[in-house]
């Protein structure tokens, strides 16, 4: 099925770093979502975006949705342990239908 | 509930055998999704209910797949002759109208 790209891939970061990962599609999107996602859990919303441009955090999150609507950024700043995980974008496809097309995911590891 | 349940946790079957897979969506939401992840990847798009009906089937990848959802409320994605490729982790999630989707724990599914 179809996937959008994430990079990177995976990261090994130290406690207290900043984070930036981004998702890029060659199609469309009106809405963008980011996702956290632990072992044995489903996938837990972070952040939600609906406008070109849009800026938005929660936290020490903030995400970006871009302006060209193909891609979006996921910044992450003063890392803690807890920030372990697999992160995903979403997008929300313009077909019609509402369907979440997911990125491959991007798995981060802080190093205390 | 809280929150989206599903069950079981585990599954482990024989190949061509049948497995039935249940969701319990939040109480009200109307909308209801069902992804495959497989080791490594992000959620892929199966099947998208909104209330009895199954709005976009697009993502089932063939005709061993069926969904059902008769009530507008518990879901049963259900998997005939099953084969090894189909192990993977099923995840459920539902939303209210097209707003945020909450995700299940999910069903791991290995097929021997």
């Known amino acids: 099925g179809q996937q959008l790209n994430q990079s990177p891939q995976s990261m090994f970061i130290q406690e207290g770093e900043d984070v930036s990962m981004n998702c890029t599609s060659s199609?469309?999107?009106?809405?963008w979502l980011w996702y956290k996602q632990d072992p044995g859990e489903g996938p837990v919303l972070l952040i939600a975006l609906y406008k070109a441009g849009e800026l938005t955090s929660n936290g020490r999150l903030t995400a970006q949705f871009g302006i060209t609507r193909k891609d979006s950024f996921l910044n992450i700043s003063a890392s803690i342990p807890s920030d372990v995980g697999i992160y995903f974008c979403?997008?929300?496809?313009?077909?019609?239908?509402?369907?979440?097309?997911f990125g491959t995911g991007t798995r981060l590891k802080v190093l205390a | 509930g809280a929150g989206v349940s599903q069950t079981p946790s585990n599954k482990v079957t024989e190949k061509g055998k049948y497995v039935e897979l249940r969701c319990d969506p939040i109480s009200g939401h109307t909308a209801l999704y069902w992804y495959r992840q497989s080791l490594g990847q992000g959620p892929e798009f199966l099947i998208y209910f909104q209330g009895t009906g199954a709005a976009d089937d697009s993502g089932l990848p063939n005709d061993r797949f069926f969904a059902v959802r008769p009530e507008g409320s518990v879901s049963t994605l259900k998997i005939q002759r099953t084969e090894r490729g189909d192990s993977a982790v099923y995840l459920c999630a539902s939303s209210h109208g097209t707003d945020t989707q909450y995700f299940g724990p999910g069903t791991r599914l290995t097929v021997l």
């Open positions: 979403a997008g929300l496809t313009t077909s019609g239908t509402y369907k979440y097309i």
């Open positions: 199609s469309i999107f009106n809405t």
